[in-house]
């Protein structure tokens, strides 16, 4: 089973930009759908975005289209979230996973510890 560590993230201002990034191990990183989620304070974990195994397909929800972009390198067992234009709305932890899409939906299937980004108005 793969293991996932997230980092990059922090506290920046409204309009700022932050990269995250996932670090895997322990599994096949460069042949799983993988993706970013994340989770509010006080709220439910929601779907941020996904990337095909080899990088040919990207996905995001609506509400950070145009401003994130998913990418991966599989050399480097690492997946990253370029964010710009952040709004305080994106305040939450964000957290990456295996994904898999089930019942119409991405679904999570192992997940890293997440890290918190806080975006100040």
């Keep these: 089973q793969v293991q996932l560590v997230e980092s990059g993230g922090g506290l920046v201002q409204s309009g700022g930009s932050l990269r995250l990034s996932c ?3 322990g599994g096949i990183f460069s042949t799983s759908t993988m993706g970013w989620f ?3 304070a006080g709220k439910e974990r929601e779907f941020v975005s996904v990337i ?3 990088g040919g397909s990207t996905r995001y929800a609506d509400s950070v289209k145009g ?3 998913i990418s991966r390198d599989n050399d480097k067992n690492t997946m990253y979230l370029q964010m710009n234009s952040l709004k305080p ?3 939450a932890v964000y957290y990456c ?3 898999a ?3 119409g939906r991405w679904v999570g299937n192992s997940w890293g510890q997440g890290t ?3 975006v100040s108005a």
Excluded: C, G, L, N
Aim: charged share 25%.
């Design 23 to 25: 670090a895997a191990s």
């Design 116 to 118: 918190q980004v806080t």
């Design 38 to 40: 994340r989770q509010p």
């Design 97 to 99: 996973a295996v994904v």
């Design 101 to 103: 899409w089930e019942s």
């Design 52 to 54: 095909t195994p080899r």
């Design 67 to 69: 401003r994130f972009t």
């Design 89 to 91: 709305e994106d305040t």
